[in-house]
């Protein structure tokens, strides 16, 4: 899955590197609103590890946008600049949170076919797993 840049066109992602090893997709963009990506031999290099440490800033920061948002949206009195606030400060979380995915799942190692095969075949899980119903639930 790619994103868009900021001129509004998709993005087609770098290939792999020198290293034989896929870049890295970082939390930020450049200047122009353009992916950036790290080319690495390991992901224990300073810049990946500040990478992580905004991935793990952002995410918190949307947990926290997440919170004041409901805080906000149950109030049927809550002012509509401050929802409306809300929602675009979501909107900006929503965006860190999806980067984060994507580059998180571009660096999860490729299975081989075999394990790829079997795990084709294996039933998918329920999409919402039942959940027992207590006394207190049953009608």
Known sequence: M???GADGQKETGPATGPTGRMPRLL???SEAGNACYLSTDSGS???SGLADEMEEVQLSMGEDVLGEARRLLSDPLSPHAEVRYAGIRLAECL???LRVAESRGM????????E???AEERPAPPAHPARPV???QSP
């Open 2 to 4: 790619r994103g868009t």
């Open 27 to 29: 939390p930020w963009t």
């Open 45 to 47: 290099s300073m810049l």
């Open 95 to 97: 965006v860190d949170a």
């Open 107 to 114: 660096r999860l190692p490729v299975p081989d076919s075999e």
């Open 116 to 118: 790829h095969a079997a």
């Open 134 to 136: 207590t006394p207190a």
